[in-house]
């Protein structure tokens, strides 16, 4: 870390005679004089008592999850997080630990970067994974990217089921570098001669699950690649991306022990194929033992810009999400294969009890086909800013907006295992009451 060493007025006053200006303000002399110094215009200082009770304050005008039903999915969940989780993350050897840039230090957080590898491989029957990306969205993206070098070709193809923001950050990456997104209907997906993967969500931005077996293979006839972004919580119930043959696995991880939090710190899960890893973004830590036989943990691969020649790395996120990554570990870990799997259900059976009673209120139909898992459209009798402004009166945070001109009145609803009957019940009477007040 750079250490601090504050300037003296010696050392200033060299500094500003070397560069010829007699002060430090003639250096702001470009910024308007009004905007150089405003007033910020504070209230009085408070004691920490003071404090407390006024951010309490502040706080309470949140709606908060454990007050409120809460329906809002769309990329950030509310799961239960077990106390162990953070009471075991918080510890001040995580906290204080920054990436492990030297191989041979920081066994701990090496260790626990290389549980969580171990752990994301074992839920998406993957073979390898890298110590994670910076969130999901972004792990999807360097996917695409890696995809394009492993096969030498320049464009990829997106199913238009996959969140559109995952979208909208894929050509945030991909078009600068030349590579061009091809967003495409799943019944018409496959790959091609030219497209280096075929990327995939399931469950998809609707809640449900792809046909992966089927692009699978139409991707894999054409030499492309099959890249697939799932749920973790769901691999607790359905086949994990491995079993259909996916070159490239890539999740969100916040639904891992970690809260919502304004939309971070989260981290990406990546996983692939073994044959692929020399062109897998991140770092990887592996499992050795010294020279007296004892057990060791050493990063085994850094293909990022800060660890090799610019030109050859494979990615250029510098940021680490390691503390969340532990989280993730920590998690897994705690519940189990059969605690993953319990998750799995209740979330599964909740949701598709909340879509069962909605879909008996007049006015409403359930949007989304197939099967899904803890998401699910629903086509509303008006906007989802008036349904939800309804519910709020409930104390309800209802579904997210999907509504396009295509698909109006659209709202996307998740259910959770934190849901209780109770606050299913009161959604259904609010969206009953929604309708009956137009």
Known sequence: MIPYLPTTERDRRAMLDTIGVERVDALFADIPKEFRDPGLNLPPPLSELELKRELQRLAAKNASGDEWGYFLGGGAYRHFIPGVVWNLVKRSEFLTAYTPYQPEISQGVLQASYEFQTLCCQLLNMEV????????????????LMACRLTKRAKVRALATVSPRYIAVLETYAVPQGVEVEVVETATAAGGPEIACLLAQSPNFSGAMEDLDRLGKA??????????????????????????????????????????????PYVGIFTCKASHVRQMPGRIVGKTVDGQGKTGY?????????????????????????????????????LGKWGMRRVAELCYHK?????????????????????????????????PSEI??????????????ISS?????RMLVCVTEVNTKAEIDSLIEGLREAADGR
Do not use: W
Not at 358 to 376: N, Q, R, S
């Open 351 to 383: 949701a598709h009890y909340a879509a069962a009673q909605i879909a008996k209120i007049p006015g409403y139909a359930i949007a989304t086909e197939g099967v899904f898992f803890k998401e699910f459209a629903v086509t509303c009798p008006a906007a």
């Open 388 to 401: 939800n402004k309804a519910l709020r009166a409930r104390k309800i945070v209802g579904g997210l907006d």
């Open 298 to 334: 050493v990063l085994t691969l850094q293909t990022r810009e800060q660890h090799i020649r610019r030109e050859r790395a494979t990615s250029n996120i510098c940021t680490s999400e390691t503390l969340i990554a532990i989280a993730n570990a920590v998690y897994m870990a705690a």
């Open 405 to 409: 001109p295509g698909t109006p009145n």
């Open 129 to 144: 994974a890298n110590v994670g990306m910076y969130d999901g969205a972004t792990a999807f993206a360097e996917a695409a």
């Open 219 to 264: 991707t894999h006839s054409h030499g492309s690649l099959l890249v697939v972004a799932t749920d973790p919580i769901a691999m607790g119930l359905f086949k994990p991306p491995g079993d259909y043959g996916a070159d490239i696995a890539v999740a969100e991880g916040q639904p891992l022990g970690v809260p919502m939090s304004f939309g971070g």
